[in-house]
C-alpha cells in the first residue's frame, strides 16, 4: 500500500469517527494536510470554528498567523502537514478532555508512523503535554518550554520536539508574537539550510 493510500484511509477514519462525543457535534472532522512524508509536523490542539466548517486545519485567525510566521523563516505551508492532537471541534472552543485526546491518540500516532517527521513543533501546552508524556519526557509550563529543543526516539527514528506557543495566543496577547517570531527562529535553526525552494526538502 502506497503511502498516499493509506494516507487516504487515514483521512476517512477520521471523518467517519464516532470515538467520542464530539462526532455528534462537529460540522467537520479535520484530519490534517500536508505532504507525507514531511520534514516538519505541526500538532496544534483542537479545530475551531472556521475549521470545523471546512475541514481543514489552522485556516482562521491562528492560521493566518501560522502561514505568516513560515514565511518568516523562509518555509511554506505546502511543505509541512498541519494537525491537531483532536480532530473534532470541542463546542464553544473549549478545552479538549483527557478522554477526547485519548479517543483520538491511535489516529496521530497512525499520522506519525506515515509522515516520519524530523521535527515535531507541538502548538501550545495540551499539544506540548500530549508529545512529551507520551515519551516520558515531563513537561514543565509551556512558558517555561516554549523554544526549547527537545530529543525523543518515536515510530523507529529520532526525532526533534520543539514546543511553541500556539498562534491563537498572540491574538488576545500581542505581546507574545515576538516570543513566537523567536522560537520559529529556533525551528530554522533545527532544520537547517537544506530546506525551502532552494535547498529542497530531502
Known amino acids: 500500500m502506497t503511502a498516499e493510500n493509506r494516507r487516504t484511509m487515514i483521512d476517512e477514519d477520521v471523518r467517519t469517527c464516532t470515538c467520542c462525543p464530539l462526532a455528534a457535534t462537529r460540522t467537520y472532522a479535520v484530519p490534517g494536510e500536508g ?22 486545519p489552522f485556516v482562521g485567525r491562528a492560521g493566518k498567523i501560522l502561514d505568516d510566521l513560515l514565511a518568516g523563516i523562509g518555509v511554506s505551508r505546502d511543505e509541512v502537514f498541519i494537525t491537531n ?8 472552543n473549549r478545552d479538549p478532555t483527557p478522554a477526547e485526546i485519548e479517543a483520538c491518540r491511535p489516529y496521530l500516532e497512525q499520522q506519525i508512523a506515515l509522515i516520519r517527521p524530523e521535527v515535531i513543533v507541538p502548538l501550545g501546552r495540551f499539544a506540548m503535554r500530549w508529545v512529551l508524556e507520551s515519551h516520558g519526557v515531563k513537561p514543565g509550563p509551556i512558558s517555561a518550554m516554549h523554544g526549547t529543543v527537545v530529543r525523543i526516539r518515536w515510530s523507529g527514528g529520532k526525532r526533534t520536539v520543539v514546543p511553541v506557543y500556539h498562534p491563537a495566543a498572540t491574538i488576545y496577547r500581542p505581546v507574545m508574537r515576538e516570543a513566537l517570531a523567536a522560537d520559529f527562529g529556533t525551528i530554522r535553526e533545527v532544520i537547517g539550510d537544506g530546506f525551502g525552494p532552494d535547498g529542497g526538502t530531502t
Open 35 to 56: 505532504p507525507v512524508p514531511a520534514r516538519i509536523l505541526f500538532i496544534g490542539e483542537a479545530p475551531g470554528r472556521t475549521e470545523d466548517a471546512q475541514g481543514r
Open 85 to 92: 492532537i483532536v480532530k473534532c471541534r470541542p463546542p464553544n
